[in-house]
């Protein structure tokens, strides 16, 4: 079966830096996406890998190593508003996501 | 301001009824998705639609159709509701070009009783 792993929550310390870690097993690779998503809200697009390495973008970094079925994001000077649902997700061979449950990340002062 | 709105954005309904859960996108995107999301579990995608005048099966369809007569609107309907699906529903909807990010609806919060 298809199974995307990753947290179900962390905390962390506003201004700090942290990684959230998605693992997959998918029926082939189409790229591995990065939602966030605030309580009570829609998830947002965050970051899209299709290639192996790391895509930054302002505070967000996302790295991806196919051969390992392994992503992780990046975030860094973590502020108050970053508190959040982080949403991975991958393209199958026949172009459907499969998503991870998600990681609820804490901020902290 | 561009984008897809969802209605209702809740609702209580008793088990056995039917519901109609409506979603438009202004963005003139090809692609449009009905996803449920439950605690615990990644979003499930229950139908899409790739074009206008077609659609296909999710994850989990059954108990759900759907109908896209036009790019814009793309309903969901719960022939006879049950409680299970009990949920939060989220439209989303994405171009043809380049990673095809999706873009989401605000959600309809759905309580079957």
């Known amino acids: 079966g298809q199974n995307i792993d990753q947290p179900t929550e962390m905390t962390a310390t506003e201004g700090a830096i942290v990684q959230i870690n998605c693992t997959y097993q998918?029926?082939?690779?189409?790229?591995l996406f990065w939602y966030q998503q605030h309580a009570g809200e829609a998830p947002t697009f965050l970051s899209y890998n299709v290639l192996d390495g790391l895509e930054e973008k302002g505070r967000f970094s996302s790295f991806l190593s196919r051969s390992k079925g392994y992503s992780y994001l990046l975030l860094k000077e973590l502020q108050m508003k970053d508190s959040a649902s982080y949403l991975c997700?991958?393209?199958?061979?026949?172009?459907?996501?499969?998503w991870g449950a998600g990681t609820k990340l804490i901020i902290k002062p | 301001i561009a984008g897809i709105t969802q209605a209702p954005t809740s609702q209580i309904l008793a088990a056995g009824r039917r519901m109609t859960l409506r979603c438009t996108q202004d963005?003139?995107?090809?692609?449009m998705y009905w996803y449920r999301q439950d605690l615990g579990l990644g979003l499930r995608l229950i139908h899409y639609s790739n074009t206008a005048g077609t659609t296909g099966k999710g994850e989990v369809p059954d108990g759900y159709s759907v109908s896209r007569a036009n790019t814009d609107d793309f309903p969901l309907t719960l022939a006879s509701a049950v409680p299970s699906q009990t949920s939060v529903y989220f439209c989303?909807?994405?171009?043809?070009?380049?990673?095809?990010?999706?873009?989401f609806g605000a959600g309809s919060r759905l309580t079957v009783l």
């Open positions: 998918t029926s082939g690779f189409n790229g």
């Open positions: 997700a991958v393209r199958d061979s026949n172009y459907q996501l499969i």
């Open positions: 989303a909807s994405s171009d043809s070009s380049g990673a095809n990010v999706l873009t």
């Open positions: 963005m003139r995107h090809n692609a």
